[in-house]
């Protein structure tokens, strides 16, 4: 029974971090298509987009654990999308070679939610 629980425990630890990775992953993507479709709004290389990409999952993370509210585009109202653009203009203080001007956040906020609701998986920004 022991080895069981252990195995089970193992294979959930392996799927979390498999979603984990799907998510950053998706979200690189969802990112990029929209900084490419987005005037005003740059991610200089590669690994500027993953950081971009992390700290934005970050940024999400805590803002659901203390509010309660996603900061998704679309699906959460004014204030998702408000939190959206937020977390889209504040990710540029964090990361190198990201940079975005406010109209940017806006027009972007609004291409992320369309982008991210035809690619599979459970991202938001």
Known sequence: MADSQMNV??????????????RLVTSA??????????PGFSINNLWTLAIAAI?????????????????SSFGRGIVGFALAVATLYATQFFVA????????AI???????????????????
């Open 9 to 22: 425990k193992g294979n959930s630890t392996t799927s979390t971090m498999g979603q984990i990775l799907w």
């Open 29 to 38: 993507v969802v990112l990029a298509i929209t900084a490419f479709f987005t």
């Open 55 to 71: 700290v934005l999952s970050i940024m999400d993370y805590i803002i659901t654990k203390f509010t309660g509210l996603h900061a």
């Open 107 to 125: 027009i972007g906020a609004l291409i992320y939610g369309v982008v991210d609701y035809f690619i599979p998986g459970t991202q938001s920004v």
């Open 97 to 104: 070679g990201y940079t975005i001007s406010w109209m940017a």
